[in-house]
């Protein structure tokens, strides 16, 4: 197994090994660089995975002290992971992508009060091929000729009555889940439940694909169980070196260059710990605006109790998707859109979530037909704003020694009129089949996609970092994780993220072989 030198100042040090960090540092290492990631938490194997939300949540989940004003729960505002994989361990493996005018939301939504909506700086043609390079990479279903999955029953109630609705934009969505044997790994045996990680390694995951492929280049090297702490800067302002805690010691790894994919919160923290007489107030942060424009998709939930058995815990978690609402259509009241999915849930979640303090018959007589359940799910777009936050309380600390951070959201009127709409959609849709009861879920299960903390742009004044993900303030400091995104557009993040950092990479390898980094 390949070891670098704490001493070795031609490392390219990656923070995180999730689909960000996991990524860059097989690509990077694939292209002759050395490089040391830093993964907070354990590296599990499959033996370690198993079929069960409650036992695979303490193996996963980031556990450690986070605060939270606003509408978030304030103990626990965030679903991320604390393992090699990060949240790719968590995911459901859903990978749309941007829509164009996702990513001209500024040019096409005009200007929303008290939001801070601007154009992506990349365009839309100039992310298409990285698109494509992510699909092919992740094997996404449905994209360059993989198939796509089977229709589970959850999915087939949904279709039939999204089509008595009028949809028609209707499939098993593009995932990166297996539907057929590839890369070595098998494919989906609809066991259900994805985002306890998957058994078989049928979705994909960097725990299993990318850090064993940066492994096998020699040029790699995984250091789990290591939380960086804070960024050293040379004199020059470049930053030389990162300082993380290890089997109880604090070591300092020295480098050429840093990428930091921490998954937002853990990205914005490391950055705004990380003070010095040239930045003041945390680094890479001359705009202000390191933790700021903090966007989380809005995922509300609607169950039918069917009249007939459904099982909607046998197939992939995000078994199938409606599309028709994704467009623009302001004559609903609101701009942007939302995806309606298929989603399950095990007796635990909905006993804490259906009806949350709730006993008696009310609850019980739901989960007495927990075979005859279908579930869906609504993603919807989340407008950047300057007030949703991620910063840091001043005197709170956690096991670490760390200052906790404090997540600051609050819903944007565009935000609560889309989840209202949105709600009767997904009401109407059961209804359609003759449900015995429909139930509607709130949304007060923790921010899974998480976006916008250093978002990026050609202004160095209203953005932190470049269209590469490289900061503004520091030119060997990147960030590439989805705290790059200046809008969050109204589908999940994982393979825009991926297809960034595939670009990202090529742009670090041409500053490395011309010298300038």
């Given at each position: ?42 590296r599990l194997t499959l033996s ?126 593009n995932m990166a889940i297996n ?339």
């Amino acid at each position: 197994m390949t070891r670098f030198s704490l001493e070795d100042e031609s490392v390219f040090v990656v923070i995180g090994s999730g689909a960000a960090g996991g990524t860059l540092s097989n690509e990077l290492a694939r292209k002759g660089h050395k490089v040391v990631c830093l993964e907070a938490g354990p590296r599990l194997t499959l033996s370690d995975i198993v079929n069960d939300e409650a036992v695979m949540f303490d193996k996963l989940t980031w556990l450690d002290k986070r605060m939270a004003t606003g509408k978030p729960n304030p103990q626990f505002p965030v679903w991320g992971c604390k393992t090699v994989g990060g949240t790719t361990m968590h995911w459901t493996g859903a990978c749309p992508r941007l829509e164009p005018t996702e990513m001209r939301a500024r040019s096409t939504y005009g200007e929303l009060r008290d939001t801070t909506l601007v154009d992506w700086p990349i365009t839309p043609e100039e992310l298409a091929p990285w698109y494509d390079k992510a699909e092919i990479r992740m094997g996404v279903t449905g994209k360059h000729g993989m198939p796509f999955l089977p229709a589970g029953n959850n999915f087939k109630v949904l279709a039939a009555g999204a089509r008595k609705c009028g949809y028609i934009d209707i499939d098993t969505h593009n995932m990166a889940i297996n539907s057929i044997s590839r890369d070595g790994r098998p494919p989906c045996q609809q066991l259900g439940f994805c985002t306890s990680g998957c058994a078989i390694s049928a979705k994909w995951s960097t725990l299993y694909t990318e850090i064993p492929q940066a492994e096998k280049t020699g040029h790699f090297e995984l250091r789990p169980e290591s939380m960086a702490t804070s960024i050293s800067l040379s004199e020059a302002g470049r930053v030389n070196g990162v300082t993380y805690l290890s089997g109880g010691k604090t070591h300092t790894q020295k480098a050429t260059g840093v990428a930091v994919a921490g998954n937002v919160v853990e990205t914005t923290r490391l950055l705004l710990n990380t003070r010095s007489a040239r930045f003041p107030h945390g680094l890479a942060n001359n705009s202000g605006l390191v933790g700021r424009n903090y966007m989380r998709h809005f995922t509300i939930q609607v169950i039918g109790v069917m009249p007939g058995k459904v099982h909607f815990n046998r197939q992939t978690h995000l078994a199938g998707v409606v599309r028709d609402e994704r467009p623009h259509r302001p004559e609903r009241g609101f701009v942007g859109g939302f995806l309606i999915s298929t989603v399950p849930f095990s007796p635990e979640i909905l006993a804490k979530h259906l009806l949350p303090g709730g006993w008696g018959r009310d609850l019980t007589s739901v989960l007495d037909k927990y075979d005859q359940l279908a579930g869906l799910l609504m993603t919807g777009e989340d407008p950047p704003q300057l007030s949703n936050a991620i910063t840091l309380h001043d005197t709170e600390r956690d096991a670490n020694g760390l200052p906790v951070p404090v997540v600051h959201y609050e819903d944007h009127p565009n935000t609560m009129a889309m989840k209202t709409y949105a709600w009767k959609q997904g009401r109407k849709i059961y209804e359609a089949l003759g449900a015995e009861q429909v139930i509607e879920m709130g949304d007060d299960i923790p921010a899974t996609h998480n976006m916008g903390t250093a978002r990026m742009g050609h202004d160095p004044k209203a953005s932190v970092c470049n269209p590469f993900g490289q900061t503004h303030d520091v030119d060997n400091l990147f960030i590439s994780d989805g705290s790059l995104f200046p809008t969050s557009g109204g589908c999940n993040p994982t393979l825009t993220i991926v297809a960034l950092v595939l670009r990202q990479a090529e742009h670090i390898n041409g500053r490395i072989h011309t010298g300038r980094l």
